[in-house]
């Protein structure tokens, strides 16, 4: 009778969500971050934090674990509050590609490759990492294997194979031909025994290295069905297991499986709008249709990740002067800001992905810009992620000029943006003599009525509160 009044509390607040129009102003917000808690099964600790994803290899020309802490205490400083480590496993030897083979060619998940260190020195990273406030989540692998992981000779029958027997690497089901990784073996989801011991491999971190959560590499890959294998299992050993999914499944999310996944298609957006080739309106009919697609959790929105930087190019190739303001956008709108490691230097190249390459810090010439956006975020209730936040109303979506406001309890922001490289001009229909603009520390103090002038890719976030 419990679990099925609690599933009626769902249905209606999910139908009255549903039924709501979307206007430009509305009474605030008063749920409770413990009733959000209890409605979505998310992590409370993660209401109002950002992520950072760490390349060990590449962070510093160490390239070890014991280099990279020593960034911890500017990290911290800069308001970073998870750090996602990208694969930090042995790497497979057979069938590599490059000199130093792709990280997410897994030899052994319970073991760390020695380029970066030892156990211990990991282990001291961890401690590090949460007496300074931080979470840490790692990256796994579950669809494939390196060629030589110790399950190749001992577990054959966890593996996918062809008429003859061959283990195989991952193949697309859409043409049934390889998708080109042939440094993996791609891992059979119909054995239960693997699904077991991959499971095991996952608590073991949690369990004994007290870790925080995972990201999924290829998580739209792997059945469903483990997926719920996993929720239940890692659950049972950390309650409030943080998890991110490098997909955009919504079933993923609303069973609760996840409470994280990646904001792929917005990502595409803003790298269209730099290039001119879309406008407001293409963020607001993203929203909208999100919205129907998605009952719990929320996306990671991003400029740039490692896939994106080494593959489709840097921040500054693909959007160029439009960089802030698109950054500034995904970090206000709906979901949880992630940073690449390196954008705050600002990363100007495309790093290696197979040999050893360095970010080359120095300069930090974007680290105040993060600091402050990191903080506008963290400061305004209305900017908290997912449901813990306020909902976006759509003020304003003409051609160049977007406006948005988000209101949480007693806080409301309102965002204001030129996505275009030309001069633009605005009526606001909305009074913001009470505001403050968050990046100019100073009053905006315009009426209803009024107009403002935006040069090419401003952009200005104000707030009821100082």
């Known amino acids: 009778m419990k679990h099925y009044l609690i599933s009626l509390l769902c249905l209606s607040l999910l139908l009255l969500l549903s039924c709501k129009e979307t206007t430009t102003s509305k009474e605030p917000s008063s749920t409770t971050v413990e009733e959000v808690e209890m409605l ?9 934090m950002n992520m950072y994803e760490v390349n060990i290899r590449q962070f510093t020309p160490e390239g070890t674990f014991s280099a990279f802490e020593k960034h911890i205490p500017r990290l911290q400083k800069m308001g970073v509050d998870i750090l996602w480590l990208m694969p930090i496993y042995p790497i497979s030897e057979t069938k590599k590609k490059g000199s130093l083979g792709s990280y997410y060619a897994v030899s052994d998940f319970t073991k760390v490759n020695p380029e970066f260190g030892t156990m211990e020195e990991f282990q001291q990273l961890v401690k590090t990492i949460h007496e300074s406030g931080m979470k840490i989540i790692l990256d796994f692998v579950p669809n494939h294997t390196g060629w030589d992981h110790i399950w190749i000779t001992e577990h054959p029958e966890y ?6 027997g061959n283990i195989v690497d991952p193949i697309d089901p859409s043409t049934g031909e390889s998708w080109g990784w042939t440094d993996v073996a791609d891992l059979n989801f119909d054995n239960p ?33 483990f997926w719920e294998e996993v929720s239940n299992a890692l659950t049972s050993v950390k309650k409030d297991v943080f998890m991110l999914a490098e997909s955009e499944v919504p079933e993923l999310r609303n069973n609760r499986y996840f409470q994280v996944d990646y904001g792929w298609e917005f990502h595409h957006i803003l790298n269209d709008i ?17 919205k129907k697609k998605y009952t719990k959790g929320w996306h990671i929105q991003f400029t740039s990740n490692h896939d994106e930087n080494s593959w489709a190019g840097t921040t500054e190739e693909r959007m160029g002067d439009a960089h802030d303001a698109l950054s500034a956008l995904a970090f206000t709108i709906e979901g949880m800001p992630l940073i690449y490691g390196g954008q705050e230097e600002p990363l100007m190249k495309r790093l290696e992905f197979f040999e050893k390459d360095d970010i080359g810090f120095g300069s930090y010439k974007k680290a105040d810009w993060y600091t402050k956006i990191l903080a506008i975020k963290k400061e305004n ?3 908290w992620n997912g449901p813990f ?10 051609e160049n000029i977007l406006i948005f406001s988000r209101q949480k309890n007693a806080n409301d922001v309102i965002a204001i943006f ?23 520390n100073k009053a905006f103090g315009k009426s209803k009525g009024e107009s403002i002038e935006l040069g090419p890719w401003e952009y200005k976030i104000l707030s009821n509160e100082k």
């Open 40 to 48: 979505e099964n998310l992590p409370e600790w993660s209401k109002d």
């Open 159 to 164: 593996y996918t194979k062809d008429k003859d």
């Open 193 to 225: 025994d693997m699904r077991k011991h991959m499971i095991s491999d996952m608590a073991f971190w949690i369990e004994k290295e007290q870790i925080d959560g995972f990201r999924m590499d290829v998580a739209h890959g792997v059945p469903v069905s």
């Open 274 to 290: 730099a290039k001119g080739e879309k406008g407001p309106k293409a963020i607001k009919n993203w929203l909208n249709d999100n």
């Open 381 to 383: 209730e209305a900017l």
């Open 389 to 398: 936040g306020g909902e976006v109303n759509f003020i304003e979506t003409g």
């Open 418 to 440: 030129n996505l275009s490289d030309k001069t633009s001009s605005v009526t606001i229909d909305f009074d913001a003599t009470q505001y403050n603009d968050l990046f100019m």
